[in-house]
Nanobody, 123 residues
Framework: QVQLVESGGGLVQPGGSLRLSCVAS????????IGWFRQAPGKDREAVSC????????YYADSVKGRFTVSRDNARNTVYLQMNALKPEDTAAYYC????????????????WGQGTQVTVSS
C-alpha cells in the first residue's frame, strides 16, 4: 500500500532555510502527483506546493512563491521542498501526499498522506 515518509523538519531562525524530503512508495499509475501541505495550530490544512511525477509541472501557493521550490527525483521516489527565507508564519506540521493530478493542489484532491514533519521558525 501507499507509504509516505517525510523528514527534514526542525527549528530554524527567521530567514533561514530547510529542505524537506518525502519518500513515496506503493502507488501506481493512478497517482501522478505529490503535494506538500501544512497545518498550523488552530488553522486548516493548506496546500503549499504540488508537483507532477511525470513532467515535473508545479504549483505553489501565493504565500510561498519565490521562497519555496519543489522538486523530485523519480529514481529515488523522493520529492523535496526547499524552503528559503522562512518566516514565523511558515511554522506548521508539513505533510506530503499523493494524488492523481498536480492540480487542483488541495487537500480534497490528494488521497494518501504521510505522518508529517514539524517545521518551527522562531528566533
Amino acid at each position: 500500500q501507499v507509504q509516505l515518509v517525510e523528514s527534514g523538519g526542525g527549528l530554524v531562525q527567521p530567514g533561514g532555510s530547510l529542505r524537506l524530503s518525502c519518500v513515496a512508495s506503493g502507488f501506481g499509475l493512478g497517482y501522478l502527483a505529490i503535494g506538500w501541505f501544512r497545518q498550523a495550530p488552530g488553522k486548516d490544512r493548506e496546500a503549499v506546493s504540488c508537483i507532477s511525477t511525470g513532467d515535473g509541472s508545479t504549483y505553489y501557493a501565493d504565500s510561498v512563491k519565490g521562497r519555496f521550490t519543489v522538486s523530485r527525483d523519480n529514481a529515488r521516489n523522493t520529492v523535496y521542498l526547499q524552503m528559503n527565507a522562512l518566516k514565523p508564519e511558515d511554522t506548521a506540521a508539513y505533510y506530503c501526499a499523493v494524488g492523481p493530478r498536480t492540480t487542483p493542489c488541495s487537500t480534497a484532491a490528494y488521497d494518501h498522506w504521510g505522518q508529517g514533519t514539524q517545521v518551527t521558525v522562531s528566533s
